[in-house]
């Protein structure tokens, strides 16, 4: 008889967590456990002295500048969401722009041919593809139930091995979302927020990679672009936010600009949550720029794969009453 080896898997037991077995959509990028983490890893391989940032964007972007020291400066986006840029890049900068809502591929196209360091934030664009070279980050959670993680691509990469994140006490929310329901969970997602901030770069937990492993991404792609086409073909003519569909791929949301600044309250009472694209830019900004009035007024309305046209139809019917 043959002398069998030792086994390194163990064999029997309890069933661990059963879930479908698949592939991510960015195999061949970096793994990490946040988007600001990978906006780290940018800044220290390619030793930036400054940064050129949107005053349309989340403060947590502010959090590796700071922790690296770097120095920064804000500048304004036009109506079509794209930089105004009427200043003189130094040497050795680099300007971050956000692929907004996801409908911005055109824009980003654009500037990498006249920015020699840019920085693509796809955090809400993750069905856009990173163009060839361009450094360009995603974060997970944006998109999917999970509760970090990021893609980073960048030529390059750090020599030593990062250590592996854990997600295990990130994940009351998004069970507590199944049994109990979306509102329960809202208390545990906001303190997860919490817990994602300050950390040190990591690669990404091997529970959220399994999680994004087994998730059907064409069909989540297709949904989002049927939602947000039904929305468009809609809304176009009340929107007062312009843009060319044809650039977005499969979008986060669909972003509706109203001139009633009570819309989002409306929406909220009715059980339809729109986020406010970001609080931290009423500190930023005063109420004459363009960026103030986009936080104030623009509701981002839901298109992901948990809906099905008919409840786009009711969400529409409940919109239109107010317009
Ligand atoms: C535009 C934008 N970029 C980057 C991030 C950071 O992503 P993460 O939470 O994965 O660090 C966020 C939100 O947190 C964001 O809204």
Redesign the pocket.
Known sequence: MQKNKPNPKSMGGYFELQLTAGAEHYPNLIRLN????ALEYILKQRAYTKIYIPYF??E??LEPINKLNIAYQFYSINEQLEPIIDFEIEPHSCLLY?NYFGIKQGAVKELSKHIKHLIV?N??AFFSEPLPGIDTFY?C??FFGVS?G?YLQIKKKLSKKLPVDSSINRFSHLLKSIELGIEAGYGDYKANNEV?ENNEIKGMSLLTQKILSGIDYEECAKIRKRNFNFLHQHLQAHNLLKFDISESSSPMVYPFLSADRDLKLHLIQKKIYVAT??PNVFKWTNKKMFENHLARYLVPLPIDHRYNLQDIFFMLNTLQQFL
């Open positions: 946040t988007g600001r983490n964007t989340c947590v972007i956000t934030d955090s809400q974060s959670r944006k970090d990021a994602l694209y970001w």
